[in-house]
Every structure is written in structure tokens, then in C-alpha cells.
């Protein structure tokens, strides 16, 4: 039967992890999986986008240009 222990534990210098607990017998052999907690990411706006991209449009005058140079060429 299989035992899961859950630690947290902060990772020292030279990436070095020590998990202490007194249920785990000397000898035995055990698999250690690491999941590392990564750091929120903010949310942005969709604003901040425009002009970020390749042949995106750099602000809200190109964009109100382009649309309407594609209105006119309805029209014709």
C-alpha cells in the first residue's frame, strides 16, 4: 500500500529540500515528486495589447483608420 505524505517546505541554497517527519521509517524507499507554486499572474487588461503583436495596430487612432478606409470599400 502506498502512503502519501503532503509537506511544504521552502528550498534552501543550491536548490537543497529537507522534509522531516518521524512516520518515515530509516530505510525506506520512497518517490519524491516536487511541485513548485508559481507566482500569480496579474490580470491585464485588453487595452494593454494594441500595438504588442506583428501587424498589430499601436493605438486606437490606427484602429479607427483602418476601419474606416474597409467601410469605404463597401461602398464601392
Known amino acids: 500500500m502506498t502512503q502519501a505524505i503532503r509537506e511544504h517546505v521552502k528550498v534552501v541554497q543550491e536548490g537543497k529540500i529537507e522534509i522531516h517527519n518521524p512516520a518515515l521509517a530509516v530505510g525506506t524507499m520512497a518517490e ?17 495589447f494594441l500595438g504588442r503583436g506583428k ?11 483602418f476601419l474606416r478606409a474597409e467601410r469605404e470599400s463597401w461602398d464601392r
Not at 519524491?32 to 494593454?48: F, G, T, Y
Open 55 to 65: 501587424g498589430c495596430f499601436k493605438g486606437a487612432d490606427e484602429v479607427d483608420a
Open 32 to 48: 519524491v515528486i516536487v511541485l513548485v507554486e508559481q507566482a500569480p499572474v496579474e490580470d491585464q487588461p485588453l487595452v494593454s
